[in-house]
Nanobody
């Protein structure tokens, strides 16, 4: 069983930055890929970024490429999402997810993730 807890969300003005963190417990963190997804009100959950277990491979949605950076610290069982140049359309609840069983190596598909955090709210004001 893997437990994920996100933190770092909040209210920020457009153009600002936030750094989200996701702390994992249970399982062997260094062996599974991690992803970030987000869900805005009235919309479906969408892929934001993913990182392989070794951090050698990262993947981004086109909408955040060049602005967001995903990273991980396997010694501390954490994954981060650095978000720069935030836009009002980035407003959403952000979720981290762990691919423990499918071993995708980093996926943009919701069904490839086995465990999810409870989410953290990010609000970007214009």
């Amino acid at each position: 069983q893997v437990h994920l807890v996100e933190s770092g969300g909040g209210l920020v003005q457009a153009g600002g930055s936030l750094r989200l963190s996701c702390a994992a417990s249970g399982g062997t963190f260094s062996s599974y890929a991690m992803g970030w997804f987000r869900q805005a009100p009235g919309k479906e959950r969408e892929f934001v970024a993913a990182i392989s277990w070794s951090a050698r491979s990262t993947y981004y949605a086109d909408s955040v490429k060049g602005r967001f950076t995903i990273s991980r610290d396997n010694a501390k069982n954490t994954v981060h999402l650095q978000m720069n140049s935030l836009k009002p359309e980035d407003t959403a609840v952000y979720f981290c997810a762990a691919d423990v069983e499918r071993l995708s190596g980093g996926s943009r598909y919701i069904d490839d993730y086995d465990y999810w955090g409870q989410g953290t709210q990010v609000t970007v004001s214009s």
